[in-house]
């Protein structure tokens, strides 16, 4: 039995049938214990009334022996329901029954008190009654017996609907989960042959809808990674290319003799082969911080201090461009506990960028603030182009070459993808707010010393 939908459905209808049974044989016994007490009652009330209208007529117990027995046997007026006993007042047995003897001193200590029969507010006599159920006579076609039947073919006709009710409610349950379950392994089955990206149904807003969605987003980003696999290796082949193919035709040349070497060629073959090293030094780190292996030497510093030297290294190139270059950190800001030459990669970046595209007469603020619960904040802003909206949730990727304008020719492609490595790697966030035409601000979150 590997059917999932089979098994729920015969575990919703075992456990349905067992409560109907247990519900039938509950309500069946317990109809019948009551009927028999209400018509046990009926009878005494009856019987009693019959005796005491009987002495009234004739003063004495004398002769009721014999109408007893009449009316038990023929079923005249003085019904017979259970099995009874008569006493006088002096407790004496007038008739027994089945169970006392004539003239037998029943006592309240050797049996029941009875039911007390009165005429006149004297007691005349007790009834003793039998109230057993299996020593009831029955009358095979008495309209109590035929309501008991009635009422147990009732029972039994309702317990069978409501099993039938609980297989196709059980079904449609099992049906409605098992179905996401099929859908869920179909799926992984796709992606185990290679379909990244193949979405199920979400059939629901339970559990199971929350895991196909789950499982949806989950493809999704498969195919999504897979997708910058393959762009970033054929960005790496492209980037990898251009330089290689200036060196290999310098050296070709060379070694065929059709170029004489010279000061300026061998300048621009240093400079093509300086950027196959940056490339590969940043394809070395990043391949370091996915693997959680990026070394970090770590000692508290001042982010003020931090933010100063990088303005002093890059002041040079902001003059030359007529760019303004300014620190704004309060004094006594706390201590962040961070590697300062990867930090220092981390700014340079971000610096290098924004003089690169902020036109002449603008301004670069490197910003530091403290968050007031264990961060800190350091910001770089510039005025310059701006991110286009489309491309700014994608800055970070490697190689990505959303905004032609903001293609750094001659570098890796990497930077940003690198700067958000070592940051993450601190235990820090980075994000970036840019306007079209306004400027761009990268915000670096991290947690004081």
Request: net charge negative; hydrophobic share 40%; aromatic share 4%.
């Given at each position: 039995m590997r059917s999932l939908t089979l098994k729920l459905t015969l575990a919703f209808l075992f456990v349905g049938v067992i409560g109907i049974v247990l519900v039938a044989v509950v309500v069946r016994e317990r109809t019948a214990n009551e009927f028999d007490r209400f018509v046990l009652d009926r009878s005494q009330n009856l019987l009693r009334d019959e005796l005491t209208a009987y002495y009234q007529r004739n003063g004495s117990w004398e002769g009721i022996n014999a109408i007893l027995v009449n009316n038990r046997e023929s079923g005249g007026n003085m019904r017979m329901m259970a099995p009874v006993a008569l006493l006088d007042a002096e407790r004496r047995v007038v008739y027994g029954g089945m169970r006392y003897h004539p003239g037998q001193i029943v006592s309240e200590r050797d049996g029941p008190k009875g039911v007390p029969v009165e005429v006149d507010?004297?007691?005349?006599?007790?009834?003793l009654f039998d109230t057993l159920r299996d020593r009831m006579p029955t009358l095979p076609q008495s309209p109590e017996t035929i309501f008991l039947e009635n009422m147990n073919k009732a029972v039994w006709y309702g317990a069978l609907g409501a099993a039938a009710i609980a297989l196709l409610l059980g079904a449609l349950l099992a049906r409605s989960i098992s179905r996401p379950v099929r859908d869920l392994t179909e799926g992984t089955q796709r992606i185990a042959q290679g379909d990244l990206g193949h979405?199920?149904?979400?059939?629901?807003?339970?559990?199971?809808?929350?895991?196909?969605?789950?499982?949806?987003q989950m493809s999704a980003d498969l195919a999504h990674a897979n997708q910058q696999r393959r762009q970033m290796t054929a960005d790496i082949a492209h980037d990898l290319r251009t330089?290689?193919?200036?060196?290999?035709?310098?050296?070709?040349?060379?070694?065929?003799?059709?170029?004489?070497?010279?000061?300026?060629?061998?300048r621009v073959m240093h400079k093509e082969t300086q950027h196959l090293g940056r490339l590969i030094e940043d394809l070395r780190t990043l391949s370091l911080a996915d693997a959680g292996e990026l070394p970090l030497t770590k000692r508290p510093s001042s982010p003020r201090a931090l933010l100063e030297q990088m303005a002093d290294a890059h002041q040079a190139l902001a003059q030359r461009k007529n760019i303004t270059l300014e620190v704004q950190a309060a004094?006594?800001?706390?201590m962040i506990d961070v590697d300062t030459d990867r930090m220092a990669q981390v700014l340079g970046n971000l610096i290098s960028n924004a003089l690169r595209f902020t036109p002449e007469g603008g301004q670069v603020i490197l910003t530091a603030m403290a968050e007031g619960n264990g961060r800190l904040q350091l910001s770089v802003q510039d005025n310059g182009a701006g991110i286009a909206p489309e491309d700014l949730p994608h800055i970070f990727s490697r190689f990505y070459r959303g905004d032609k304008s903001r293609l750094q020719t001659g570098e890796s492609g990497l930077g940003l993808a690198i700067a958000r490595s070592i940051v993450e790697a601190h235990g820090g966030q980075i994000t970036a707010e840019s306007i079209l035409g306004v400027g761009t601000t990268f915000t670096i979150n991290l947690p004081t010393a």
């Amino acid at each position: 039995m590997r059917s999932l939908t089979l098994k729920l459905t015969l575990a919703f209808l075992f456990v349905g049938v067992i409560g109907i049974v247990l519900v039938a044989v509950v309500v069946r016994e317990r109809t019948a214990n009551e009927f028999d007490r209400f018509v046990l009652d009926r009878s005494q009330n009856l019987l009693r009334d019959e005796l005491t209208a009987y002495y009234q007529r004739n003063g004495s117990w004398e002769g009721i022996n014999a109408i007893l027995v009449n009316n038990r046997e023929s079923g005249g007026n003085m019904r017979m329901m259970a099995p009874v006993a008569l006493l006088d007042a002096e407790r004496r047995v007038v008739y027994g029954g089945m169970r006392y003897h004539p003239g037998q001193i029943v006592s309240e200590r050797d049996g029941p008190k009875g039911v007390p029969v009165e005429v006149d507010n004297a007691v005349v006599g007790w009834l003793l009654f039998d109230t057993l159920r299996d020593r009831m006579p029955t009358l095979p076609q008495s309209p109590e017996t035929i309501f008991l039947e009635n009422m147990n073919k009732a029972v039994w006709y309702g317990a069978l609907g409501a099993a039938a009710i609980a297989l196709l409610l059980g079904a449609l349950l099992a049906r409605s989960i098992s179905r996401p379950v099929r859908d869920l392994t179909e799926g992984t089955q796709r992606i185990a042959q290679g379909d990244l990206g193949h979405q199920v149904p979400v059939r629901g807003q339970d559990e199971l809808g929350d895991l196909a969605q789950s499982f949806n987003q989950m493809s999704a980003d498969l195919a999504h990674a897979n997708q910058q696999r393959r762009q970033m290796t054929a960005d790496i082949a492209h980037d990898l290319r251009t330089p290689l193919s200036v060196i290999m035709g310098y050296t070709e040349s060379l070694s065929d003799g059709k170029l004489q070497g010279s000061p300026e060629m061998y300048r621009v073959m240093h400079k093509e082969t300086q950027h196959l090293g940056r490339l590969i030094e940043d394809l070395r780190t990043l391949s370091l911080a996915d693997a959680g292996e990026l070394p970090l030497t770590k000692r508290p510093s001042s982010p003020r201090a931090l933010l100063e030297q990088m303005a002093d290294a890059h002041q040079a190139l902001a003059q030359r461009k007529n760019i303004t270059l300014e620190v704004q950190a309060a004094d006594g800001l706390p201590m962040i506990d961070v590697d300062t030459d990867r930090m220092a990669q981390v700014l340079g970046n971000l610096i290098s960028n924004a003089l690169r595209f902020t036109p002449e007469g603008g301004q670069v603020i490197l910003t530091a603030m403290a968050e007031g619960n264990g961060r800190l904040q350091l910001s770089v802003q510039d005025n310059g182009a701006g991110i286009a909206p489309e491309d700014l949730p994608h800055i970070f990727s490697r190689f990505y070459r959303g905004d032609k304008s903001r293609l750094q020719t001659g570098e890796s492609g990497l930077g940003l993808a690198i700067a958000r490595s070592i940051v993450e790697a601190h235990g820090g966030q980075i994000t970036a707010e840019s306007i079209l035409g306004v400027g761009t601000t990268f915000t670096i979150n991290l947690p004081t010393a």
